[in-house]
């Protein structure tokens, strides 16, 4: 078990302000001034790379910031139990779980392992996801409040796999989920809480327009043209060939170009085999830039967003789409799939356009193109929207919330 | 400078969503969830709904109705259950009632509508409110004016829409400060006409500085 101190970064909350508001910061610390020096265990399965770690790099200095003790730690276990976990994980959606009875087994035995080297001792403690589940066996005689945070889908778990976790889960006062689509009917108490983005992460922060326009220009992309981007890595259910099947569709009307930005096609064979597919379905058209980006790129996914005229997330199935929340946040008008989440954020005709097959992506994209008023108007609500529910201060003030619950004071 | 015997406090509010097991996948299912559901439940989905959205004022300004026109294509009902103007509730047992009254006599009227599938379920979710005192404190217009200006969106909300349902009036803590505080009738019940379905909480309050500014040049 590896512990990480808070505030590994620079951010400090009253950096906020000119994004939010001093209103929205004072009261922050209005309502952590009622949990002033309670402390607070984060557990998650890793420290850097993935979402979890992304919001608990930021949640974890604020709430440290507004004056709670808080304390990150990380499960650790040989590549076994990352094996069984990343197969719990990916039956927790839905999927068969192949390995064999005994991975239960190794499962609980590097829990005890953690147990062992771990001191839960914090009067809050937020278990995130799976793989740390099985530490509320440190919990005694319902000592403190014990919340498991799930960031996945769990309407449709393998039984199998869920037969296993759901007597672990339900020794927790509660569970939280990121959307009520992903809940399932638990004798606990479930929260909601939407996943967040960072305003002042690399990915999000305001980019000067020399810097965009140098992005742009690095990647062959015509900044005068109507540009279409898709973020996302390169997998089947983001459905790259339908986003280029979509802007085939719209270059007949319109002198467009579209950029597939993504990654996760060096390392996994699926996504070598899609990059190779879009290829072709791209045909050599000069203007479909396909940039296969490493991780450290958030810079410049950040300024190909902020370049783009629409935003696409063409998902056949999705989690709640931080993409889309980030492409919100920079005002541009998005057109997505009405899947997983993102029906949360883009409220049809208010926020952005939902679309159900490539037909539709398409016709929705011409419809923004033709009427860039509204496009521009779809932008500023679900700049809005993003405000006022997913942005990492909201998700810190239902943190303060849910702790002010658990004590009984609402 | 007029000063009322009692200050105004300001107060800020934090809402805590929990999700319910209860969901409905055609309208007839919806009526029995309204019907079922805590009150904490109508409030999410009615008063809660003009803060979390307050930025939209074209769409419909509840969620029982939003659903009823974008999962059921229930045109009609969902204009009825929008027109349902939660100004004129003091308690959610009555908005509950008409809100369920309005679903069962189009249910009874469309009988296959009614048991049609959703193209989404409505998922029934619940407000837990935690008000949190500011600590700040108004004994004059202008020092009410000065608060208001830095007020949260939150806190906005909480005194203008949600505290209907705590005073069991047909006012706002503002509107009944102004009165009984102040003594300043008109502005209170100019205060308490402001549309805060057509108006975002941030124009709402623009419009409430602007009343205050013309009561103060006087």
């Given amino acids: 078990m590896s512990s990480i101190p808070p505030g590994p970064r620079m951010i400090q909350l009253d950096g906020y302000v000119p994004l939010l508001g001093a209103s929205e910061v004072a009261e922050l610390r209005a309502l952590a001034s009622r949990l002033q020096g309670r402390t607070v265990q984060m557990v998650n399965s890793t420290s850097v790379g993935g979402g979890v770690a992304e919001i608990l790099n930021r949640l974890v200095p604020i709430l440290s910031e507004l004056g709670l003790a808080v304390r990150w730690d990380v499960v650790t276990g040989g590549d076994d139990f990352f094996e069984i976990t990343k197969a719990f994980h990916n039956a927790l959606h839905g999927g068969p779980y192949t390995k064999p009875p005994e991975s239960f087994a190794v499962f609980l035995a590097y829990t005890e392992q953690n147990l062992a080297r771990l001191s839960m001792d914090a009067e809050f403690t937020v278990i995130h996801d799976p793989q740390p589940a099985g530490l509320i066996k440190a919990r005694r005689h319902n000592s403190g409040h014990w919340i498991w945070r799930c960031h996945i889908d769990l309407s449709k778990p393998n039984p199998i796999v869920w037969g296993f976790l759901e007597p672990f889960v339900t020794r927790h006062d509660g569970a939280i989920f990121s959307s009520p689509e992903f809940s399932r009917q638990l004798p606990i108490a479930q929260y909601l809480f939407y996943p967040c983005i960072d305003p002042l992460s690399e990915k999000n922060l305001e980019l000067d327009p020399e810097f965009v326009q140098a992005t742009l220009e690095r990647f062959q992309i015509d900044p005068k043209r109507p540009i279409l981007t898709q973020v996302s890595r390169f997998d089947h259910l983001k459905d790259p060939v339908g986003v280029v099947r979509a802007y085939q569709s719209v270059k007949r009307y319109t002198d467009c170009q579209l950029v597939l930005a993504g990654g996760g096609a060096k390392d996994d064979p699926e996504g070598g085999a899609v990059l190779e597919e879009v290829r072709r379905v791209a045909a050599g058209d000069p203007d479909i830039h396909i940039l296969n980006l490493p991780p450290w790129s958030a810079l410049e996914i950040n300024a190909l967003q902020r370049g783009s005229t629409i935003i696409i997330q063409k998902s056949l199935r999705e989690g709640f789409g931080l993409t889309v929340t980030e492409a919100l946040w920079k005002k541009k008008p998005v057109v997505a799939s009405a899947v997983g989440g993102i029906p949360r954020q883009v409220i049809h005709k208010h926020t952005g356009m939902l679309a159900h097959s490539v037909e539709g992506t398409a016709y929705q994209i011409r419809y923004l193109l033709s009427n860039p008023l509204i496009a521009q108007r779809l932008g500023e609500l679900g700049h809005e929207h993003v405000r006022e529910n997913f942005l990492i201060t909201s998700n810190v003030k239902r943190y303060l919330t849910l702790f002010l619950h658990l004590l009984g004071q609402c | ?218």
């Fill in chain 2, 1 to 218: 400078m007029r000063t009322a015997d009692q200050p105004f406090q300001f107060v800020t509010a934090s809402y805590l969503t929990k999700i319910s097991n209860c969901k409905a996948s055609n309208l007839d299912e919806l009526g029995k969830g309204i019907e079922a559901c805590s009150d904490a439940s109508i409030f999410y989905h009615t008063f809660q709904n003009l803060s979390r959205h307050h930025f939209l004022t074209e769409g419909y300004s509840n969620d029982f109705a939003q659903w009823v026109m974008a999962s059921c294509n229930g045109h009609a009902l969902a204009e009825k259950l929008a027109s349902l103007d939660i100004r004129e509730y003091l308690s959610l047992g009555d908005l509950r009632n008409d809100l369920r009254r309005a679903i069962v006599e189009y249910c009874q009227a469309h009988p296959h509508g009614a048991l049609q599938p959703s193209f989404e379920p409505f998922y029934f979710l619940e407000s837990l409110e935690l008000s949190v005192p500011l600590g700040w404190e108004a004994w004059s217009l202008e020092q009410f004016r000065e608060s208001l200006e830095r007020l949260s969106n939150a806190s906005f909300h909480f005194h203008f829409i949600a505290s209907r349902l705590r005073l069991h009036l047909r006012t706002n803590d503002f509107s009944l400060w102004f009165q009984t505080g102040l003594g300043l009738e008109e502005l209170a019940q100019r205060t308490n006409r402001i549309d805060i379905y057509t108006n975002t909480l941030v124009s709402a309050r623009q419009i409430l500085m602007s009343f205050i500014d013309e009561e103060l040049s006087r």
